[in-house]
């Protein structure tokens, strides 16, 4: 019999499952030889350096043993010119599917082409290239996360103030996204300003520089929306500097380890958690689908859950049932 705990991590787990759906109406599998035989897939990440990523490759390695697919990760290391040089490698190998996180969206597209021209299926997740036939694009909804965290912040301030916004790498289409939903949600809520939009590209020591730079300019403001979570940890660091933790309110995106420690702390808000483990098992979930001929989706949408102080446990213990080991904190385990 399962324990209360455990219930509420399958429910949460199917309550996500039934959650994904198709951007796009039309369905495809690319132009690539149909059912090739081929149980090999190579996966070039844009960085192995943010836990994000590292919890997606940790999620698409437990999905490949479980499908007997061989998977060969790669880190661009968010080098464009390294990312290029890994695909090309990839395709003169003849690799059974091409799965890409591009470091940016335009550049990325080059890599897809190459691959359609060499009838090799390209899918992509998180980041979307610009160009190129892809079979499947998998992702969480930026724009909604903006948004989600936009209510977020509104809440936790009070419905009024002054907040910030710290954007990620904008040359990617899910920092444009979440900052578009972002702006939009926050306009409508009259009695809050934006007094500063600035980018720290997803990184936690530029966010901890931005921010600090932020402070000293408005040194009264009232909420921040950083939009990872590797950048909300660096805000904080540069809160804690002036002794403003709890004090500015602080909502970040993906729920990181982390960031669930920081929430159940009270030293941040809330977080727009998008299990990184649940994307790295749908991503070569479809990727199995793709190599065996099956049908799948253009695109995969999955949501996001908004993860506060009384429901981080919660969450917690749903990363658990997925298997998630490293996306969990101590003290939430």
């Known amino acids: 019999?399962?324990?209360?705990?455990?219930?509420?991590?399958?429910?949460?787990?199917?309550?996500?499952?039934?959650?994904?759906?198709?951007?796009?109406?039309?369905?495809?599998?690319?132009?690539?030889?149909?059912?090739?035989?081929?149980?090999?897939?190579?996966?070039?990440?844009?960085?192995?350096?943010?836990?994000?990523?590292i919890s997606v490759k940790d999620g698409a390695e437990a999905q490949a043993a479980k499908s007997g697919i061989t998977l060969n990760v790669q880190n661009a290391d968010n080098s464009d010119a390294t990312f290029l040089n890994q695909a090309t490698t990839a395709i003169s190998k003849q690799t059974g599917i091409l799965i890409l996180d591009p470091v940016g969206s335009q550049s990325a597209s080059s890599s897809v082409t190459q691959a359609n021209s060499a009838s090799i299926p390209v899918m992509?997740?998180?980041?979307?290239?610009?160009?190129?036939?892809?079979?499947?694009?998998?992702?969480?909804?930026?724009?909604?996360?903006?948004?989600?965290?936009?209510?977020?912040?509104?809440?936790?301030?009070?419905?009024?103030?002054?907040?910030?916004?710290?954007?990620?790498?904008?040359?990617?289409?899910?920092?444009?996204?979440?900052?578009?939903?972002?702006?939009?949600?926050?306009?409508?809520?009259?009695?809050?300003?934006?007094?500063?939009?600035?980018?720290?590209?997803?990184?936690?020591?530029?966010?901890?520089?931005?921010?600090?730079n932020v402070l000293q300019a408005n040194p009264d403001i009232d909420g921040v929306y950083a939009a990872?979570?590797?950048?909300?940890?660096?805000?904080?660091?540069?809160l804690k500097a002036r002794n403003l933790v709890g004090k500015v309110k602080v909502v970040g995106n993906d729920g990181i380890a982390d960031a669930l420690a920081a929430v159940a702390a009270g030293e941040m808000y809330a977080t727009n958690a998008e299990s990184p483990f649940a994307l790295g098992q749908k991503v070569v979930s479809l990727a199995s689908?793709?190599?065996?001929?099956?049908?799948?989706?253009?695109?995969?949408?999955?949501?996001?859950?908004?993860?506060?102080?009384?429901?981080?446990?919660?969450?917690?213990?749903?990363?658990?049932?997925?298997?998630?080991?490293?996306?969990?904190?101590?003290s939430l385990k």
């Open 1 to 53: 019999m399962r324990t209360p705990r455990k219930l509420v991590a399958v429910a949460i787990l199917a309550a996500v499952s039934l959650t994904a759906c198709s951007r796009g109406g039309e369905e495809t599998t690319t132009g690539a030889p149909q059912a090739s035989g081929k149980k090999d897939a190579t996966i070039i990440m844009s960085t192995l350096g943010n836990p994000f990523f």
């Open 124 to 212: 992509a997740f998180d980041r979307k290239p610009s160009g190129g036939k892809l079979a499947t694009f998998v992702g969480y909804d930026a724009v909604q996360a903006g948004k989600n965290a936009a209510d977020a912040l509104a809440e936790a301030v009070g419905g009024k103030g002054k907040v910030v916004e710290i954007q990620g790498i904008l040359g990617t289409n899910v920092a444009q996204d979440r900052s578009k939903g972002f702006q939009q949600q926050i306009a409508t809520h009259k009695d809050i300003k934006v007094v500063a939009t600035q980018a720290a590209d997803f990184d936690r020591a530029k966010a901890l520089n931005v921010m600090t």
């Open 228 to 238: 990872n979570d590797e950048m909300a940890m660096g805000v904080l660091s540069a």
């Open 289 to 330: 689908d793709v190599l065996g001929g099956k049908q799948v989706q253009a695109d995969e949408t999955l949501q996001g859950k908004l993860v506060k102080k009384d429901n981080v446990k919660e969450y917690a213990d749903y990363l658990v049932g997925l298997g998630d080991k490293s996306g969990v904190p101590d």
